[in-house]
C-alpha cells in the first residue's frame, strides 16, 4: 500500500497568516493527490483535486501545488472558518489511502 | 446537487453484522463510483470500497474478507455489510461519490455513528 505522510500534524496560527501543509508519498503517485477539509462533527469537503485544480466553490485562497511524492497545501490568508483538519488522500492506486491529518488550530 | 444520507442501526453487537444503506438523492447513481468511509472517534479516515453502478468493486484489503457492498440502481442506493465486527470497527460510517473509479470524493453523506458493543 501507498503510506501517505502529512505535517505537521497540527499547529497554531493566527488570522491573516499564510499556512502551509505538506503532504508526502511513500512512493510516485504523478498527481493523483487529492485535499480535503474538515470541521468537528461534519463530513470532510473536497478543496483540491488532482494537485492543484480547486473544486467549484472553494475560496481562492486556497492552493495546491506538488507531483511525483511531494505536495503542499497553501492557504493565502487564513480565515476564522478555516479552523479546521485537512487531509491528503492519494487517488493513484487502491488502496484509497488518507493522509493522517494535520488540525489547524487558533493561536 | 446530489445529495447522499445514510441509514442503518446505530449500535451492533460483537460478531455480528454491520448493515448500512446510502440514499442517493438529486441525481442518477448511475455513471459515478459510490464508496464507504469510516473515521474511528478522534482518528482519520479509511476507505472501505467502492461499486460501480454496474456492480464490479473494488475492497480496501485490509476489510476484504469482511466486506459485501452492492447497489440497488432501481431504488438509487447502494449498500454496505461488514461482518464479524468487533469494538475496532466502531466508527463513523460516511458514504461518498467519486466521479471515476479511484478518484476523488466530491460528495459526501453526513455520516452515521456506529458502535459495536454487546
Known amino acids: 500500500d501507498i503510506q501517505m505522510t502529512q505535517s505537521p500534524s497540527s499547529l497554531s496560527a493566527s488570522v491573516g497568516d499564510r499556512v502551509t501543509i505538506t503532504c508526502r508519498a511513500s512512493?510516485?503517485?504523478?498527481?493523483?493527490l487529492n485535499w480535503y477539509q474538515q470541521k468537528p462533527g461534519k463530513a470532510p469537503k473536497l478543496l483540491i483535486y488532482?494537485?492543484?485544480t480547486l473544486q467549484r466553490g472553494v475560496p481562492s485562497r486556497f492552493s495546491g501545488s506538488g507531483s511525483g511524492t511531494d505536495f503542499t497545501l497553501t492557504i493565502s490568508s487564513l480565515q476564522p472558518e478555516d479552523f479546521a483538519t485537512y487531509y491528503c488522500?492519494?487517488?493513484?492506486?487502491?488502496?484509497?489511502?488518507f493522509g493522517g491529518g494535520t488540525k489547524v488550530e487558533i493561536k | 446537487q446530489v445529495q447522499l444520507q445514510e441509514s442503518g442501526p446505530g449500535l451492533v453487537k460483537p460478531s455480528e453484522t454491520l448493515s448500512l444503506t446510502c440514499a442517493v438523492s438529486g441525481g442518477s447513481i448511475s455513471s459515478y463510483y459510490w464508496s464507504w468511509i469510516r473515521q474511528p472517534p478522534g482518528k482519520g479516515l479509511e476507505w472501505i470500497g467502492y461499486?460501480?453502478?454496474?456492480?464490479?468493486?473494488k475492497y480496501n484489503p485490509s476489510l476484504k474478507s469482511r466486506v459485501t457492498i452492492s447497489v440497488d440502481t432501481s431504488k438509487n442506493q447502494f449498500s454496505l455489510k461488514l461482518s464479524s465486527v468487533t469494538a475496532a470497527d466502531t466508527a463513523v460510517y460516511y458514504c461518498?461519490?467519486?466521479?471515476?473509479?479511484?478518484?476523488?470524493?466530491?460528495?459526501w453523506g453526513q455520516g452515521t455513528l456506529v458502535t459495536v458493543s454487546s
Open positions: 512512493q510516485n503517485i504523478r498527481s493523483y
Open positions: 461499486i460501480h453502478y454496474s456492480g464490479s468493486t
Open positions: 488532482a494537485a492543484s
Open positions: 488522500q492519494q487517488s493513484y492506486t487502491t488502496p484509497l489511502i
Open positions: 461518498a461519490r467519486g466521479a471515476a473509479a479511484g478518484t476523488e470524493f466530491d460528495s
